[in-house]
């Protein structure tokens, strides 16, 4: 999956007056939809950024439990960059872990 775009968005509503969320756009490789993602958290592991997302349009419905999703930041020269899903397991788990100590938030990220 490759980013498109990032934005971001002041919200007034669940977040809180005045707080920023970030959005990632990616393209999936296999259907060619753009996909727009909210980024929960980011942190850097191992010299690597690594972000915590949801599918946007998931974040409004508050009867669907959400499943997170966490993409690496790749370099793709210059200033430009894409995002792609963490492929090594014990890499995943690692920073899933991080993810989860240092977020309130619970949220379905597989088998960690």
Not at 36 to 49: F, H, I, N, P, Q
Not at 92 to 111: E, H, K, M, N, W
């Amino acid at each position: 999956m490759k980013d498109n775009d990032t934005d971001i968005f002041d919200l007034d509503d669940e977040y809180g007056e005045g707080d920023e969320l970030e959005f990632l756009s990616i393209t999936d490789e296999e259907t060619g939809e753009e996909i727009e993602l909210a980024v929960l958290d980011k942190l850097e592991y191992k010299g690597s950024m690594y972000y915590l997302t949801v599918e946007a349009d998931e974040m409004e419905d508050e009867d669907t439990e959400q499943e997170a999703s966490i993409f690496k930041e790749v370099p793709a020269g210059g200033d430009e960059f894409y995002y792609e899903p963490i492929e090594d397991d014990d890499e995943f788990d690692a920073v899933a872990r991080l993810f989860r100590s240092s977020s309130g938030d619970s949220y379905d990220l597989g088998g960690v």
